[in-house]
């Protein structure tokens, strides 16, 4: 590898050492610190802005069989659930809908779902529906049900999956529904995500007979903060391109969100190293601690608000989640041919859109720049998207996103860099074109789907008299069963050895 494949890589291990990044966590601060330190070390002027956010803090959670055998399974609660200790019968009902409750008694037992594919709950998401992860809330909760343990239909193996269902800052789902109590709309439903393979093995049991279960989710609600770290470095003019990530994270180890962190410090690294005189535009750079656990849009929804006098001038809004993916898969690298393919969401903007096309040639990234984020906006861009700033973002999917095999050491460091070489390419290209050229071709209008019509309040929470911000700890997500600790090694020839030794393991 090349010192910048290198540094780029190791970038990644530092932030996979504080995971999982929760917001209102020790490792959240940590992460933030690494942000704010690494841009420091680059001559960026750097704040901090807080968000208060009402926060669900999973302590120690359990789903374990009874009988007909004993058997601890590996799980991790999704986003938001309740609390609770739940010992009883195990009953099967299918995709949780109202006809699948019909004729089974379930109050106080735990319910086992498939929650189906991931697809499923992105569509319904981006058209402004009740997820159907949540829907399955809502119905296990009006029959009486104690718990849930439920399954994705699309993981690879015995993965878990973790998913977005997207949480107010002051508290309950962007689309309300029955299983959220309270004027805190708070979830108290206990849930548990297992595996696929074992979801199977219980079913295989429930067809014998009576199965037994223990379930358990313990864990606090508080109003809590999470930081948006700001950099910004001038150019010779105000006209600003904001490039954005997030730094939470779901899982030890994972590449969403810390491969969006390392591509925008490399593009802060790369652009503080030029003159100013080589920067006719001003760079902000927007670290947002609001994807998994929050919403993924709270970051960009509290800095419009608060800082409206900017909002003119900016002439593209570059975000990065997503943009690399596993190279190395059951210890064994992947045929290029097998590569995920990345593809670019862009506004209408066609000047943005011929940049990004280019930028993604250069690289060896197969040139796929669509340009319907005013139809189906993503992440962070929406609110910016929502104001017509032209914006982009590049997506790497693979079988293995949001799942729990989802991890830094299946990163190809040289992937990684060519990855994040788009935008650095991109970003320069901008910068010399003019930037009310830029805000003339972009179409203005709202976006239609997507994560940018979920969210447009930015209220948040405040302390009740004489509380502040507390730092909590986090656990791991992987609570009883098997857990293999990710392996972070820096050689082609260390990993390939490494990982072909623990993927053979359970």
């Given at each position: 590898m090349t010192r910048r494949e290198d540094e780029l890589y190791s970038w990644g291990i530092e932030l996979t050492k504080f995971s999982p990044r929760i917001p209102g966590t020790r490792n959240m601060d940590r992460a933030r610190d690494f942000v704010v330190d690494q841009l420091h070390s680059f001559g960026v002027e750097t704040w901090l802005e807080p968000i208060n956010f009402r926060g669900v803090f999973h302590q120690d959670w359990e789903f374990r069989l009874l009988s007909p055998e004993e058997w601890t399974m590996t799980s991790y609660p999704e986003n938001n659930v309740g609390f609770g200790t739940v010992?009883?019968?195990?009953?099967?009902?299918?995709?949780?809908?109202?006809?699948?409750?019909?004729?089974?008694?379930?109050?106080?037992?735990?319910?086992?779902?498939?929650?189906?594919?991931l697809a499923s709950h992105e569509v319904a998401c981006g058209l402004k529906r009740r997820y159907p992860l949540l829907a399955s809330y809502d119905v296990a909760w009006s029959k009486g049900a104690g718990?849930?343990?439920?399954?994705?239909?699309?993981?690879?193996?015995?993965?878990?999956?973790?998913?977005?269902?997207?949480?107010?800052?002051?508290?309950?789902?962007?689309?309300?529904g029955p299983a959220e109590v309270g004027e805190e709309r708070q979830f108290m439903l206990p849930v548990l995500n297992i595996g696929r393979h074992d979801a199977q093995r219980l079913q295989a049991l429930l067809?014998?007979?009576?199965?037994?279960?223990?379930?358990?989710?313990?864990?606090?609600?508080?109003?809590?903060?999470?930081?948006?770290?700001v950099g910004k470095l001038a150019g010779q003019s105000e006209d600003t391109i904001i490039v954005g990530a997030h730094y939470c994270t779901a899982f030890a180890g994972a590449i969403c969100d810390t491969v969006g962190v390392v591509g925008a410090l490399?593009?802060?690294?790369?652009?503080?190293?030029?003159?100013?005189r080589?920067?006719?535009?001003?760079?902000?750079?927007?670290?947002?601690?609001?994807?998994?656990?929050?919403?993924?849009?709270?970051?960009?929804?509290?800095?419009?608000e608060q800082h409206g006098e900017v909002m003119p001038r900016i002439v593209a809004m570059l975000w990065l989640d997503h943009i690399s993916s596993p190279v190395y898969v059951a210890g064994k690298r992947r045929a290029r041919r097998n590569f995920p393919t990345r593809f670019a969401i862009?506004?209408?903007?066609?000047?943005?859109?011929?940049?990004?096309?280019?930028?993604?040639?250069?690289?060896?990234?197969?040139?796929?720049?669509?340009?319907?984020?005013?139809?189906?906006?993503?992440?962070?861009?929406?609110?910016?998207?929502?104001?017509?700033?032209?914006?982009?973002?590049?997506?790497?999917?693979?079988?293995?996103?949001?799942?729990?095999?989802?991890?830094?050491?299946?990163i190809d460091p040289w992937q990684l860099a060519k990855d994040v070489a788009v935008y650095v390419d991109l970003a320069r290209r901008i910068q010399q074109v003019p930037g009310r050229l830029l805000r003339r071709l972009e179409i203005p209008g709202r976006s239609l789907f997507g994560c940018g019509v979920l969210f447009w309040d930015p209220s948040v929470p405040e302390y009740a008299g004489g509380e502040d911000y507390q730092a909590e700890e986090a656990p791991?997500?992987?609570?009883?069963g098997y857990h293999r600790p990710v392996i972070l090694l820096s050689t082609e020839r260390e990993k390939e050895l490494a990982l072909s030794e623990s993927i053979a393991q359970p």
């Open positions: 010992e009883s019968e195990l009953v099967d009902v299918g995709r949780g809908t109202e006809s699948d409750y019909e004729g089974k008694d379930v109050a106080g037992k735990i319910v086992l779902i498939n929650w189906g594919a718990g849930m343990a439920g399954y994705f239909s699309d993981t690879p193996g015995n993965t878990l999956k973790v998913l977005e269902p997207g949480i107010r800052a002051t508290g309950g789902s962007n689309i309300p067809a014998q007979g009576e199965v037994r279960a223990h379930l358990h989710v313990g864990g606090k609600r508080k109003v809590s903060t999470v930081w948006t770290v490399e593009l802060a690294r790369r652009f503080s190293q030029l003159p100013s080589d920067r006719p535009k001003t760079m902000l750079f927007l670290f947002s601690g609001s994807h998994v656990w929050l919403n993924c849009n709270a970051s960009s929804l509290r800095f419009i862009t506004s209408g903007n066609p000047a943005l859109w011929l940049l990004t096309f280019l930028a993604m040639l250069r690289n060896r990234r197969l040139p796929v720049a669509l340009p319907i984020s005013r139809l189906w906006t993503m992440c962070e861009m929406g609110p910016f998207d929502n104001l017509a700033v032209p914006s982009m973002t590049m997506q790497a999917m693979s079988e293995l996103m949001l799942t729990s095999e989802d991890t830094w050491d299946k791991p997500l992987y609570w009883g």
